[in-house]
């Protein structure tokens, strides 16, 4: 087994997990598994009546798993949260944590390719039994479809210069590996940011490999349902697009934003923010862990 601290060192962990306000004897969710860190400590405040169900569709989180009757390992995506939690017959749980983005060991794996660090294959599936990967969009995509996901997903203001110049690559010589793509692009990126606007050219890429944002929304929006009254959401984001979609569930009830209220002027938000303000990481955390500088913790309750 792999020591949770090699694999992955978790973000604003008694942050995240205070927010759940654990009744030791409740059942908890934590959809974002990876190393356990955040699983071990909600199991540490748990009596033998409670219970943690625990989501990660990447079988490297397997080595993991915690040995302990209260724990139960869900190998899935975790958009399926509430088919799960009936499959095990549970209809409601008490809280929900949700560490969003990707882990350190991904982007330390070279051969899964997640950094531009690495030459490595253009991968980026947490789920490696899934098909679509990095390389088949670059090489496949219409170029209106990817500077279209540069743009909404990796915020890009010359993403239709990138899509340009990846179909042009691509029609000399197919795009395999990182840095394959990285020689094709890096062109149109100033030496002071190219980091920063290669990160982003990487993060749309793995956001459309794995569906990320549809799967957030379905998870989002089934943790609101399944949710008991004065149950808590602990979500962790590290990108806008992520915190957005929170920030809009918890305010007004759907993840677009969609203010609806009935006759009397209620909104039908089923979730109430316990910080209005987001948390983030102390500069001593932000020092030892820099997965924890984009951090933002947000925390509700259901009404």
Do not use: C
Not at 139 to 161: H, I, T, V
Not at 225 to 245: A, C, F, N, P
Not at 272 to 288: D, F, G, L, R
Request: glycine share 6%; hydrophobic share 35%.
């Amino acid at each position: 087994m792999k020591k949770n601290n090699v694999y992955h060192i978790p973000v604003l962990l008694k942050e995240t997990v205070d927010g759940l306000n654990i009744n030791p004897n409740g059942v908890y969710v934590d959809v974002t598994f990876g190393g356990g860190g955040h699983s071990r400590e909600i199991l540490s405040r748990l009596s033998s009546k409670g219970h943690l169900y625990s989501f990660d569709q990447d079988e490297d989180a397997e080595q993991n798993i915690i040995n302990d009757k209260r724990f139960t390992f869900v190998r899935s995506n975790f958009r399926y949260i509430k088919n799960w939690m009936r499959y095990y017959g549970i209809d409601q749980v008490d809280g929900i944590l949700a560490d969003l983005g990707v882990s350190s060991h991904h982007f330390d794996a070279q051969e899964r390719g997640f950094s531009f660090r690495f030459d490595a294959a253009l991968d980026m599936r947490m789920n490696q039994k899934a098909q679509q990967t990095a390389a088949s969009i670059v090489n496949e995509y219409p170029e209106s479809q990817l500077a279209d996901l540069f743009y909404l997903y990796g915020e890009l203001k010359n993403a239709r210069k990138i899509a340009a110049a990846i179909v042009k690559g691509r029609n000399e010589k197919r795009i395999e590996t990182t840095g394959d793509l990285m020689d094709t692009i890096k062109m149109f990126f100033e030496r002071d940011r190219e980091k920063k606007e290669l990160a982003k050219v990487f993060q749309a890429l793995r956001i459309e490999v794995n569906q990320e944002m549809q799967a957030l929304k379905e998870m989002l929006t089934a943790s609101a349902s399944i949710l008991k009254t004065g149950g808590r959401l602990s979500v962790l984001t590290y990108h806008s697009l992520e915190d957005r979609m929170v920030k809009n569930l918890i305010k007004s009830g759907n993840v677009e934003g969609h203010i609806e209220k009935d006759f009397f002027g209620n909104t039908h938000a089923p979730l109430k923010a316990i910080n209005n303000k987001v948390i983030i990481a102390s500069e001593e955390e932000q020092a030892n862990n820099p997965r924890s500088r984009s951090a933002k913790l947000r925390i509700a309750e259901k009404k």
